[in-house]
């Protein structure tokens, strides 16, 4: 088939030929909400602050409850330790008492 | 306009609105070419000028910035179209008068269409294009209706020569399926 002269290439020229509209000039509205989102972007406010020290917060929060909890496991470990050989000499008391 | 970048990266905003103002013929023609049917140009407009902003601190300097620009339009009317995802089947009953005639004409001659039927046929060829996926559709745009070239294809898409060339075809192969099938369809 002549891809050049079947009914789409002619309909895609003569397409291609219609006069487009110039661009105009950017209306104020656009303009305007634009410079009001990048000037919003460019200045952080407040909440922005407020998020990064919560942020901040709960970070240090999160060290201070894995210090607590490495030495709280510290703690039973060693008294678990502690507990076997009281145990042990409990137990050798024991059979040396009884007949 | 590199001093221009430089202020707006400062936060001038006097050098942001002449940004703005340069940039906007640029923005709403991509913006018109490739507009989804349920959206306001402007509003998309608006969207490609926020990522501009929002970015302007990646752009190097090495191409020039409306090659830049170009990009990020192009990809965001992409994703704007992709939003649609009801594409429907082109019928007669959608067809406007003048459509409708210049359809007829391309099913009874193997002539061109006279000139004042451009309108008219960029109206039939937007209409069969919205049953395209948005990168067939970008590419039909850009090839066959704006003329660009392959080199400026790549620029503005970055898509590869041969993505271009073979999605060029296809997409053409699906235009003219569409087309045909509304030519051989029963009027209304």
Redesign the interface.
């Known amino acids: 088939m002549n891809t050049e002269n079947d009914p789409l290439g002619r309909l895609l020229r003569s397409a291609a030929r219609a006069p487009r509209p110039e661009p105009a000039e950017a209306p104020f509205a656009t303009e305007a909400r634009c410079l009001a989102v990048w000037r919003s972007a460019e200045r952080p406010d407040s909440s922005d602050y407020l998020v990064a020290w919560l942020r901040r917060a709960a970070i240090c929060a999160c060290v201070v409850a894995v210090a607590s909890l490495a030495w709280n496991y510290r703690v039973l470990a060693g008294s678990r330790t502690g507990g076997g050989e009281l145990a042990v000499a409990d137990a050798t008391m024991r059979t040396g008492v009884e007949p | 306009m590199p001093a221009c970048l430089d202020r707006v990266r400062k936060?001038d905003?006097d050098a942001?609105?002449l940004l703005?103002?340069h940039l906007?013929?640029?923005v709403?023609?991509i913006v018109?070419s490739h507009l989804p049917r349920r959206m306001a140009e402007?509003d998309l407009?608006?969207t490609v000028?926020?990522k501009i902003?929002?970015n302007l601190n990646q752009y190097s300097g090495q191409a020039p910035l409306e090659h830049w620009v170009s990009r990020i339009a192009v990809n965001t009317c992409i994703k704007a179209l992709r939003a649609e995802k009801i594409r429907p089947e082109l019928r007669w009953a959608d067809l406007g008068e003048d459509e409708a005639q210049?359809l007829d004409w391309?099913?009874s001659t193997?002539?061109?269409?006279a000139?004042d039927?451009?309108?008219a046929?960029?109206d039939?060829?937007?209409k069969l294009m919205a049953g395209l996926n948005p990168k067939d559709r970008l590419v039909?745009t850009l090839m066959?209706?704006?003329?660009r070239s392959i080199q400026e294809v790549n620029r503005i898409t970055g898509w590869s020569q041969a993505v271009i060339k073979v999605r060029a075809f296809r997409a053409?192969a699906k235009?003219?399926k569409a087309?045909?099938k509304l030519?051989k369809e029963e009027r209304p």
Request: glycine fraction near 4%.
């Open positions: 936060g905003e942001a609105r703005f103002q906007y013929p640029l709403i023609k018109r402007e407009a608006q000028f926020m902003f929002a210049a391309l099913a193997d002539q061109e269409l000139p039927r451009s309108l046929s960029r039939l060829i937007e039909i066959s209706l704006e003329g053409r235009l003219r087309l045909e030519m």
